[in-house]
């Protein structure tokens, strides 16, 4: 992040130390949540992308409604596990992630869209916001879309390691800290892909095979290939057989 462009959130945070104890005290009218969703499309599998949304929430239960303006959020994740996929797919500044004007609307100001070590350790999505509205008193929405890509080094099943760092923070319109009662993690765990297992059955007789294309991911074990099964040299040359699924018993591709 440029830190020269740090939002109004962070340094109004630091006002915090020297925050009245009485002002932290007075909270007990409204709730403040962080969320990250579970998975909302994709699979942490090994190789694939997945995503997840972060969201923030706050609700008032009595008059005078208290709202926030901005928060600084950081995201943790195992980077051993996962790594980001880069929302605006240039590499020339750093990592993005997807942000989404449904909490603080059209007016949101961007301070920070990065991926950076976390405060207290390990790697974290950072995520600086605020917006130049009424204070925020009661809504639920969404700030981001993380597309996680799961590393295709790693033995799974791996925990993903996803948390909300101590250090993220929500702010009034004074700058002073609102409290966040809750934070709402999912447990991703990484696997392995899973294997997808079936026939392929003659249907009549073909003779002609140009343009035909088949592929098999399994291979198959030699003592159950029926040289009676295999094609003609003519068909091999037109026709690309990547692996012979067509020669197990019982079983035609084409
Ligand atoms: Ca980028």
Redesign the pocket.
């Known amino acids: 992040m440029n830190r020269k462009h740090r939002s109004l959130v962070l340094a109004l945070v630091i006002a915090l130390g020297v925050m009245p104890q009485a002002v932290m005290a007075q909270a007990p009218n409204y709730y403040t949540s962080v969320i990250v969703s579970d998975i909302t499309s994709g699979a942490a599998v090994v190789g694939s992308v997945f995503t997840t949304d972060v969201s923030l929430s706050i609700v008032n239960n009595a008059s005078p409604a208290q709202g926030f303006m901005g928060a600084d959020v950081w995201i943790s994740f195992d980077d051993s596990v996962l790594d980001i996929d880069?929302?605006?797919?240039?590499?020339?500044?750093?990592?993005?992630v997807s942000i989404s004007t449904q909490f603080f609307g059209s007016s949101v100001f961007v301070a920070a869209n990065e991926v950076a070590p976390c405060p207290n350790g390990g790697m974290c999505v950072h995520l600086a916001l605020s917006h130049s509205g009424a204070p925020i008193t009661n809504r639920t929405g969404k700030i981001a879309t993380i597309t996680w890509a799961a590393l295709d080094t790693v033995v799974p099943p791996v925990p993903a390691g996803l948390g909300v760092d101590p250090d993220t923070v929500l702010s009034d319109i004074d700058g002073q800290e609102f409290p966040i009662n809750s934070t709402s993690v999912p447990s991703i765990t990484v696997v392995a892909p899973g294997i997808i297992s079936g026939k392929v059955l003659r249907q009549g007789t073909r003779t002609d095979h140009a343009n035909c294309d088949v592929t098999a991911y399994t291979p198959v074990a030699a003592s159950s290939v029926q040289p009676s099964r295999m094609p003609s040299a003519t068909s091999i040359s037109r026709c690309r057989w990547a692996v012979p699924i067509w020669c197990r018993r019982g079983t035609m591709a084409i």
């Open positions: 880069d929302a605006d797919d240039n590499p020339a500044n750093g990592k993005q």
